[in-house]
């Protein structure tokens, strides 16, 4: 199993540019999520996904969009990319109230 | 609300010396604790858990007992190694959606040789 993929693993962004991350999962797991790190504030949910087809909101949506249209992917969509989305992007699938966590996406928008 | 608190860090200890970091939440109901690991440059992954009061959870000599009555579930190992330097974040299972998580911000541990 590869368990949870993320590409890019880095991203250098304009200002105004668009972007997806792309994530995939080959364990089944139903839920998942998108997960922010940024230095001194932990993570901070996004958005996530109870299955396909159903998404929601987590703490700091705005700026995201995402979709699922399988249970394997979820990627999450940047439509005009802002300074302040620089940061480590993780994605997770959960089964059992346990995360697994990908390598993460380290996007920097200038 | 349901929320987790972590010791500050960083903590900088030497080789072979016991490590404490404390962890105590507020939540509804009988969450799961986490403990989770986040090596540099890699996404998180889950060191141990325990499910229900007085479990307690282990791994790579790491343990970690739930206390309900003290709501902490603090992480300690006996004799750590340069190796176990990384950034160590505490969770919780939310009470409302058990599949989501409540995350601590992480407390850095450097060892040293």
């Known amino acids: 199993n590869a368990g949870v993929t993320q590409t890019p693993k880095f991203q250098v962004l304009k200002t105004g540019q668009s972007m997806t991350l792309q994530c995939a999962q080959d364990m089944n797991h139903e839920y998942m999520s998108w997960y922010r790190q940024d230095p001194g504030m932990g993570l901070r949910l996004i958005h996530y996904s109870v299955g396909a087809g159903i998404t929601d909101q987590g703490e700091v949506p705005n700026g995201y969009n995402v979709s699922r249209s399988t249970t394997e992917d979820f990627p999450l969509r940047l439509l005009s990319a802002a300074p302040s989305q620089t940061s480590v992007y993780f994605c997770a699938s959960s089964y059992l109230g346990e995360q697994y966590f990908g390598p993460g996406t380290r996007l920097t928008v200038t | 609300g349901n929320s987790v608190t972590q010791m500050e860090g960083p903590v900088t200890l030497s080789e072979e010396a016991f490590l404490t970091i404390n962890c105590t939440y507020t939540?509804?109901?009988?969450?799961?604790l986490f403990w989770y690991v986040q090596y540099p440059g890699e996404g998180l992954q889950l060191l141990l858990k325990a499910t229900k009061a007085d479990d307690k959870g282990s791994n790579k000599g790491f343990e970690a007992t739930y206390r309900k009555e003290t709501t902490s579930f603090h992480l300690e190992k006996g004799s750590v190694q340069v190796s176990d330097s990384a950034v160590y974040f505490c969770a919780l299972s939310d009470p409302g959606n058990n599949r989501k998580l409540i995350w601590g911000l992480g407390t850095s541990l450097a060892v040293n040789p």
């Open positions: 939540a509804t109901g009988y969450p799961s």
